[in-house]
């Protein structure tokens, strides 16, 4: 893993990449998928309340497009690429870039502009199935969900996480 000091924003973002990442080190006849966590300065106004849709930006996709062309210009391919928001995981203005070999054969781009609602929706699916399935009373249901929620810090309103004056 590679840890960036920056933001996806920055205008000469694939320049600060670039010179982290060792190119040489990558083999050209591999393809990999790319893995990059940032600090989304835009979820620290609404904290991580579950009845926030967070929005998919443009200069989320002009950041992957940066990237991708960096890496085809080293003449590495890249199948997948993940974009992952977050504020309680990294420190602000930093970016953690992991690069993989790749198990798919298609390109994507999948941008997820907050991660702990990304990580919640996929267990609160498990959860829900196994709730389906008779695997799991409803009072289990409801405390795992709970402990998920805790856990990655998610709130149902703001109210819930702020101290009564």
Not at 35 to 64: C, P, Q, R, W
Not at 69 to 93: C, H, K, W
Request: hydrophobic residues 35%; glycine residues 2%; negative net charge.
């Amino acid at each position: 893993m590679y840890k960036i000091f920056g933001k996806i924003t920055d205008p000469n973002i694939e320049n600060i990449i670039s010179s982290k990442l060792n190119f040489d080190n990558l083999n050209v006849d591999q393809v990999y998928d790319i893995y990059v966590d940032f600090y989304n300065t835009d979820l620290e106004e609404g904290m991580l309340n579950a009845d926030i849709s967070y929005e998919i930006k443009k200069e989320h996709y002009l950041f992957i497009k940066k990237i991708r062309a960096l890496f085809e210009n080293n003449q590495i391919r890249v199948n997948e690429f993940y974009l992952m928001g977050t504020i309680s995981d990294l420190p602000e203005n930093e970016i953690n870039i992991s690069i993989m070999k790749s198990q798919g054969d298609k390109k994507k781009n999948v941008v997820w502009p907050c991660k702990e609602i990304f990580l919640y929706e996929n267990q609160k699916n498990k959860l829900d199935a196994l709730l389906i399935s008779n695997q799991i009373s409803e009072e289990d249901y409801e405390s795992n969900l709970e402990f998920l929620k805790d856990e990655l810090n998610i709130y149902e309103n703001d109210e819930e996480h702020k101290y009564i004056n």
